[in-house]
């Protein structure tokens, strides 16, 4: 059974402190892993898909990693509105184009103060 | 904006009681599919609907169904509503031969009482 976490739980930064969220996981056959940001009582918001282990991807203060047991999701010089839930999930390799299954871990709530 | 919008926003029910959620997907994506996200963890995958048909379910009861319309929308049924299935429901688009990336609704708080 595919599985993720992530790490840590909560995460508190100052304005500017740059740090990074893991997720690890489990998987019969990777065909992606993605980032989302989740505000509360919202949606999931894209950021990230990252296909094969050395890979990278960045987006304003974000930048997401890949091996072939974790991802990270790198924040630099973080801003309050950064403050989001941020969720990585996995994509099993199943064989066909239509099958797409997103296994999600718990989640990473950042607080970025002032 | 992902292009992808659900109705209603919130929703209370009593334990009993049937449901019915709606989405409408992003154009040109024929493939849809549904999550539960309680409070505090991440979305569980319901099941995905490809070309109007069921063809992927996760861990739920068949009393958890769905459909899916040639014109993009989709609807997730649940009979005999219990307490434990309050809970976020998010839809999410794609279309199968692109990216793989799945664009999320802004979901259906359902609230049984």
């Known amino acids: 059974e595919d599985q993720v976490t992530q790490s840590p739980e909560a995460l508190r930064l100052q304005e500017g402190e740059s740090s990074s969220l893991n997720c690890s996981y489990t998987v019969s056959g990777l065909r992606g892993l993605f980032w989302y940001r989740q505000d509360p009582g919202k949606g999931p918001e894209f950021l990230f898909t990252l296909y094969s282990a050395g890979e990278e991807k960045e987006k304003e203060r974000l930048k997401a990693t890949l091996t072939k047991k974790e991802s990270f999701l790198h924040i630099t010089a973080p801003k309050p509105e950064d403050s989001a839930t941020y969720l990585c999930a996995v994509q099993a390799n199943a064989g066909g184009t239509s099958y797409g299954k997103l296994t999600f871990g718990q989640g990473t709530i950042l607080t970025v103060h002032p | 904006e992902t292009g992808v919008t659900q109705s209603p926003t919130h929703l209370i029910k009593t334990r009993g009681q049937q449901v019915t959620l709606r989405c409408s997907s992003q154009?040109?994506?024929?493939?849809v599919s549904w999550y539960q996200q309680a409070l505090g963890q991440g979305p569980q995958f319901i099941f995905q609907?490809?070309?109007?048909?069921?063809?992927g379910r996760g861990n739920f009861p068949p009393r958890f169904s769905g459909l899916q319309f040639p014109n993009y929308s989709s609807e997730l049924n649940v009979n005999a509503l219990e307490l434990d299935d309050s809970a976020l429901y998010l839809c999410?688009?794609?279309?199968?031969?692109?990216?793989?990336?799945?664009?999320f609704g802004p979901g259906t708080r359902l609230t049984v009482l």
């Open positions: 999410a688009s794609r279309w199968d031969r692109g990216t793989d990336t799945q664009y």
């Open positions: 609907y490809y070309r109007e048909e069921e063809n």
């Open positions: 154009s040109g994506h024929n493939t």
